[in-house]
């Protein structure tokens, strides 16, 4: 079966860096859009950022300018680098691809079980 799983999340100081990653496994046909959610405790779950299959991207306001997202096709992956990091930031980080599986003919929606990133003096 078809699974992401988020790496990278830890505590770091405010001003700090991270490097997620989610890489996607099984028997994969094709992956379209991949995405970075994060939800805060009390908050709505928020879409951080996307990149398509063909390489647009978009940000949150709240992030653009210091977080990055890029993907390597090649090993089925997704990247979200973030510097700059803020309190705000703290949250349960999720990854979620449109994954079109070799056992199936069309295109499904999956997500990881997040990482967390704990932003803190």
């Known amino acids: 079966q078809v699974q992401l799983v988020e790496t990278g999340g830890a505590l770091v100081q405010p001003g700090g860096s991270l490097r997620l990653s989610c890489a996607a496994s099984?028997?994969?046909?094709?992956?379209?859009?991949m995405y970075w959610y994060r939800q805060a405790p009390g908050k709505e779950r928020e879409l951080v950022a996307v990149v398509s299959s063909g390489g647009t991207i978009n940000y949150a306001d709240s992030v653009r300018g210091r977080f990055t997202i890029s993907r390597d096709n090649a090993k089925s992956s997704v990247y979200l680098e973030m510097n700059n990091l803020k309190p705000e930031d703290t949250a349960l980080y999720l990854c979620?691809?449109?994954?079109?599986?070799?056992?199936?003919?069309?295109?499904?929606?999956?997500w990881g079980q997040g990482t967390q990133v704990t932003v803190s003096s």
């Open positions: 979620n691809a449109d994954i079109w599986p070799l056992y199936l003919n069309h295109y499904s929606n999956y």
């Open positions: 099984g028997s994969i046909f094709n992956i379209n859009d």
